[in-house]
């Protein structure tokens, strides 16, 4: 059964039960502010486009926002626009007057039979300040790949925010060099790990780590290894733990100050008798011994000496079951400690990032970062939660990172581009198996209609004869901006597109003749590597080109191919995760490792530049 704590799950409302976004709280500096409120430079980065426009002031009023932008028309631009608004009021709270939300008012009025229409303005103000104080606001933003993350921080800090507010996560190789100093590794270094107190915590902790580990390993080699009925004084121990003190006398060797019983082999060992009884016999040399004393030859005849032996076995089965069972308790409460002190010096490690982090103002991360991270994500505290193409994002991994600290989560993306990448057919939606993996928290929210989300308009990348083409097929409404229809002529090339059809065959064997799960065309190959040779004559930089390719077979001929031809092939992150995955590699940290800065191409395609 699902139980579900507004405490523990921010936005319930509308991510469950798929109510329509609340008002932002009160305590949120932004919440209710308007665009004119905004200072020049940050309307002017909107106020050409009134869809990126409409979108930044949604950012202002709800809970959770969600925007739509098709390809080029400022996604990234609008996320960087938000946040800077967010900062603005945050950075502002103690100077700007206090906005009073609806949400806040009517809770504020309802009381005294008011509302926002019949109160006087004085009587609101008065009791505004009754509210809760503002709190200051730390922004998560979120992105799939390292290099769309970096990407983002990076335009933050060309607008206007100050790097010494931001702070990366993560440990990948390649984060950009603009941002290595402000990773939390980096700064960790540069303020020292631990205090000496703290030190001196974390090796008593480890030293009872060391100890808990030692007595599970210990306990498990005993389960294992040891046999109840070959060790007499763990049975004896058993028994007398059990107050079976009868059956210990009768199992125990007679003896008489030093004089001791001698079987035929010499004196007999402590567990003589016990060897005996548990393998159904009498007891031996002891019963030779009472032979002529009548007490003692009694004392080993009756008792536990009487009990059968298809009976003694279940009494060792008895006794062996409640020996487990306290070897299973001992090693499960070891295991307990182990864990509560490894949940410890997890919390003491977490202290010197937490307090880098509860200091920045801007913290990023990639989502398999955040996930694995969560801990410290809780920590931090951030009450704005920012997702950069949220629909290529799995919904799970968006809810790990809400946690009761946020008051705000922002979705941009778009869910008509490509979906998150499920690895399990059957669980994605085209399977119509119902299971969904593959739809992100943004598709799902966007297609249910009953959470309002603004559609960025106007596209800003594409020369209207490539606009046409997703125009056509995807986004009939989209626009373009004026700075697209005067770009110059290519050099070289009569049409900016072109379809080359031909009658050479793909290939889809390996060298052995086995078939592959990839294609390939070496044809095509050639026709690419003739026209980035073609067009670098034409005066064009390396930098300008990508190739996309929908094979992973075909993206390693053409990788092979450019090196061949002295060119660097720069992969997306998510071409060199699977391509490291093709060859049994792991990514780096977690996250798709990219091959260097290249050029930013649709994720999920084969994609490579000339460099």
Not at 383 to 395: L, Y
Request: charged share 25%; aromatic share 6%.
């Amino acid at each position: 059964r699902l139980q579900l704590s507004s405490v523990d799950f921010p936005f319930e409302r509308e991510l469950i039960f798929a109510e329509n976004a609340q008002d932002l709280p009160c305590t949120l500096p932004h919440a209710g502010r308007t665009f004119d409120e905004l200072p020049a430079d940050l309307q002017a980065m909107v106020a050409s486009d009134g869809s990126q426009r409409l979108a930044l002031e949604r950012g202002l009023q709800k809970r959770v926002v969600l925007v739509q932008g098709p390809p080029g028309t400022g996604k990234t631009h609008v996320g960087v626009a938000l946040t800077k608004a967010i900062l603005h009021f945050s950075d502002n709270r103690q100077t700007l007057p206090r906005v009073v939300t609806p949400d806040a008012a009517a809770k504020l009025l309802s009381p005294l039979g008011l509302t926002r229409q019949t109160a006087d303005p004085g009587v609101l103000s008065y009791l505004a300040s009754s509210l809760p104080p503002l709190q200051p606001v730390r922004i998560l933003c979120l992105c799939y790949t390292n290099h769309a993350l970096d990407s983002f921080l990076e335009a933050l800090i060309a607008n206007g925010v100050p790097e010494d507010a931001i702070i990366r996560m993560g440990s990948s190789p390649n984060i950009s060099e603009r941002l290595s100093g402000r990773t939390l590794r980096a700064l960790e270094s540069e303020q020292g790990r631990f205090t000496r107190e703290q030190a001196a915590r974390n090796g008593m902790l480890r030293s009872d780590m060391e100890r808990e580990g030692r007595a599970v390993l210990s306990g498990v080699q005993e389960i294992m290894n040891s046999r109840l009925t070959d060790n007499w004084p763990l049975v004896k121990e058993l028994l007398l733990a059990s107050l079976y003190l009868d059956e210990v006398r009768q199992l125990t060797l007679p003896s008489d100050g030093d004089f001791k019983i001698a079987g035929k082999h010499g004196q007999l060992e402590d567990g003589y008798l016990w060897q005996r009884w548990s393998t159904g016999q009498d007891a031996g040399a002891v019963l030779q011994h009472a032979r002529y004393d009548h007490h003692l030859y009694s004392f080993y005849t009756t008792g536990i000496w009487a009990v059968p032996p298809s009976e003694r076995l279940v009494l060792i089965a008895l006794w062996e079951d409640e020996w487990r069972q306290a070897l299973y308790s001992r090693v499960q409460d070891s295991m307990k400690a182990f864990e509560q002190s490894r949940h410890a010096q997890a919390t003491l490690r977490n202290e010197p990032k937490a307090a880098l982090l509860k200091r920045a103002k801007v913290i990023g991360c990639t989502t398999t970062g955040a996930a694995k991270m969560h801990e410290l994500i809780r920590e931090s505290g951030a009450s704005v939660v920012i997702v950069e193409e949220a629909g290529e994002v799995f919904e799970a991994q968006v809810i790990a990172t809400l946690t009761s600290a946020c008051k705000q989560l922002i979705l941009i993306g778009d869910h008509q581009q490509l979906r998150p990448k499920a690895e399990c057919y059957k669980l994605r939606f085209a399977s119509g198996n119902s299971f969904d993996l593959d739809v992100s928290l943004f598709e799902r929210l966007v297609k249910e209609e009953r959470i309002d989300y603004d559609v960025l308009q106007c596209q800003h990348r594409m020369c209207p004869e490539i606009s046409n083409i997703v125009r056509t097929m995807t986004y009939p409404h989209l626009t373009d901006a004026p700075s697209v229809l005067a770009r110059d002529p290519l050099l070289g090339l009569q049409r900016r597109v072109m379809f080359v059809t031909h009658s050479q065959p793909e290939t889809g064997e390996n060298d052995d003749g086995l078939p592959t799960h990839s294609h390939v065309n070496d044809y095509e190959i050639r026709m690419v590597m003739a026209t980035l040779k073609y067009m670098m004559q034409q005066g064009y930089k390396p930098e300008q080109f990508v190739v996309l390719t929908p094979y992973l077979g075909q993206l390693s001929r053409v990788k092979d191919a450019m090196r061949s031809s002295a060119f660097e092939a720069v992969l997306s992150d998510m071409d060199q995760a699977d391509v490291m995955k093709e060859v049994g590699v792991p990514a780096a940290d977690g996250d798709a490792a990219a091959a260097g800065p290249g050029p930013g191409a649709a994720a999920g395609d084969a994609a490579a530049a000339a460099a």
